[in-house]
């Protein structure tokens, strides 16, 4: 069968693209890639399949690819079927006991499985795990502050049973990798107490990643980036070009925690982090694999 003009251009194009992505892929080959999957991307069926073979390309080519999911959406949609009321202060989740299992089922179950199974349908091995896995992460009671609006005085929010990562052991990822699987990890982790809490998925992201001393650290969100004050998107900061903006009001509202938890991540040991828009298609491929990138890089 000859080639058709058409045929022949497609062809010419693809090679195109995998000469310009070749020397980013060669970049990042043995290194580790921190991924946060969360916001709107994960109730979309064909972004979910678009992250999945992402996800699996990267592995084919080397990369050792770690998946941290969230599922704030899926937690309060099975509370509210199993009659349990969402309590917030301060803007967060109150997780009592009862309230925490439902948290570990959803995140470590039903979400963490999808996406284990998304990953091997693509062809490649994945294994869904959390914090009480091989004793990877260890957490303690997170304390969170806010002022009383009618007082003016800070009080102490008492979340109950929300933590923060206090201990990584990467043994078990660093296993994986040499077995060629794919680690996908639900937010949920131990105390020395005994308890179990559920720790905010960007946060237990940084502490994976720095525990790895991973080379990029991927939030995918609901927007493109940090914008500027022309809402255009900020390609590259650094760590005090990014306060800068934080103390003159650029950067507002959630977008503050973001870039935070970015800036704690690279204290920990990451050597960038960036934050991009899930809800474009492949955009962890855009991310590492382009020049123009996806998204807002932040380096030390």
Known sequence: MSDTPSALDNAETQARL???ALPYMQAYENKSV??????????DTELGRAFARDIALLKQSGVNPIVVHG?????GRMLNQMGIESRFEGGLRVTDAETVRIVEMVLAGSINKE?????????EWAIGLCGKDGNLVFA???????????????KVLDLGFVGEPVEVDRTLLDLLARSEMIPVI????PGRDGATYNINADTFAGAIAGSLNASRLLFLTDVPGVLNKDK????????????GLIRNGTISGGMIPKVETCIDALERGVEGVVILNGKTRHAVLLELLTEHGAGTLIVP
């Open 115 to 123: 996406i284990v199974a998304m990953i091997n349908a693509e062809g």
């Open 232 to 243: 255009e998107l900020i390609k590259e900061l650094s760590v005090s070009e990014a306060k």
């Open 34 to 43: 921190v991924v946060k999957y969360g916001g709107h991307a994960m109730g």
């Open 140 to 154: 303690e009671k997170a304390t969170k502050t806010m002022i009383d609006p009618d007082s003016n005085i800070e």
């Open 186 to 189: 639900a937010p949920v982790a």
């Open 18 to 20: 995998l000469s310009e």
């Open 71 to 75: 599922g704030g959406p899926q937690i």
